[in-house]
């Protein structure tokens, strides 16, 4: 099978060079086509001698993932769904803010074996773990793409399909590509998790200084269970303990997250649960008003119950953003394309 480029680093690449009988330069040159300049094919890499050219085209290939839908939505979010070489699929997004953000948002999983009730992804199920390169890739494109307007891509949030911290060394590796490769921050970078303490602590002895999302939804474990099967395996409690260890070894904030579903665990009672919950520790609460998906009854909370449960946390000092929901009219939901093309 021909070698895929954005698996080999400087060293790798330099020994490919050299087995093809050119010069080391050329590394740097192919290097600069494949992070700099987002060349999508070998015949646009004008200074490399044809020959070279031909040859790579032969032996070499760009990538793994090959775009099977594409949408763009009107506040510009662009959402792709990929097939992979088997014939799995994942999706990603890109979301464009004003402020010149550029954020990827990328799967680490084909599916995702967690069975989250509202979820898209946890609906149909896993599929497969992804490689490190998988993972890096879906960043990698959107940078390049950007590179070629002049944009950068800032900002990587593991919060696609799958669950990382199931797939923990090739998300880490991916991560560690994102900075060393893209040029992205760590502050740049968020892993989202649906709360696997084993992982959480592990995460935590890594030392990054990655920004860690915690997909925690209801305050009390009869709720939670019902929404996050995940939860009857690590109740709330045990959960917390590893998110307080977390922030105690990394001195960082966390994040919570929270999908906003009407009468499921939307009240303002809810909301004060939450508060006794997190009290003292160092977070930040996102609320998302819950995405619609096919399997789910669910509906989202309306604005003003929204706001009141925002009101509620401030009460009891818990900081709580509520997130605009992106590319809403193209289903950028994690798993909904594919929910709508496969399915
Ligand atoms: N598996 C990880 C990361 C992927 S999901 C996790 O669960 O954290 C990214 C975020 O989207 C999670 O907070 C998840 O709970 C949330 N999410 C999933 N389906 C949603 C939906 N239909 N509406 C709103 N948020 C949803
Ligand atoms: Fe998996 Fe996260 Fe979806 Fe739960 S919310 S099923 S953990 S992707």
């Known amino acids: ?7 080999l680093d400087m060293a790798a690449l330099t020994a490919l060079v050299r087995e093809m009988n050119q010069p080391a330069f050329r590394a740097k040159q192919l290097w600069g ?28 290939r760009l990538g793994s993932l090959s775009t099977v839908v594409e949408q763009r939505s009107e506040d510009g979010t662009i959402k792709r769904l990929y097939r992979l070489p088997d014939g799995k699929s994942i999706e990603s997004v890109l979301m464009c ?38 993972i890096f890739e879906q960043a990698q494109r959107f940078s390049a793409e950007l590179q070629k307007k002049g944009e950068r891509l800032s900002n990587v949030v593991m919060m696609g399909m799958g669950e990382p911290l199931h797939n923990y060394d090739a998300a880490l590796e991916s991560i560690r590509r994102l900075m060393r490769d893209l040029g992205i921050g760590a502050r740049h970078i968020t892993i989202s998790t649906v709360g696997l303490p084993k992982g ?22 009869a709720v939670r269970s019902s929404m996050l099967p995940v939860n009857r395996k690590y109740p709330i409690s045990e959960l ?28 303002v009672a809810e909301a004060a649960r939450l508060g006794r919950l997190l009290r003292g520790m160092k977070c930040h609460v996102n609320l998302i008003p819950l995405n619609p998906t096919k399997e789910y009854g669910g509906r989202p909370t309306s604005t003003e119950e929204v706001a009141a449960f925002v009101a509620e946390l401030g009460r009891h ?24 093309v496969d399915g």
């Open 1 to 7: 099978m021909a070698t895929d480029l954005y698996t």
């Open 33 to 60: 086509w494949l992070y700099e300049r987002g060349a999508q094919d070998f015949s646009e890499m004008s200074n490399l001698p044809r020959g070279f050219r031909e040859r790579l085209s032969a032996e070499c």
């Open 97 to 134: 803010y004003a402020d010149n953000r550029r954020t990827a948002c990328i799967s680490s999983q084909a599916g995702c074996a967690m069975g989250c009730t509202f979820c898209a992804t946890g609906q149909m199920g896993f599929a497969r773990h992804l490689t490190a390169d998988e």
């Open 200 to 221: 959480i602590r592990r995460f935590a002895a890594e030392g990054l200084q990655v920004k860690l999302a915690i997909s925690l939804h209801a305050a009390t474990d």
């Open 240 to 267: 917390l303990d590893a998110v307080r260890e977390y922030i105690e070894v990394s001195g960082r904030r966390v994040t919570f997250e929270w999908a906003l579903i009407a009468g499921e665990n939307d009240s």
């Open 317 to 340: 000092r818990i900081p709580a953003t509520v997130r605009v929901r992106r590319g809403i009219d193209i289903d950028a939901g994690c798993g909904q394309l594919s929910e709508r």
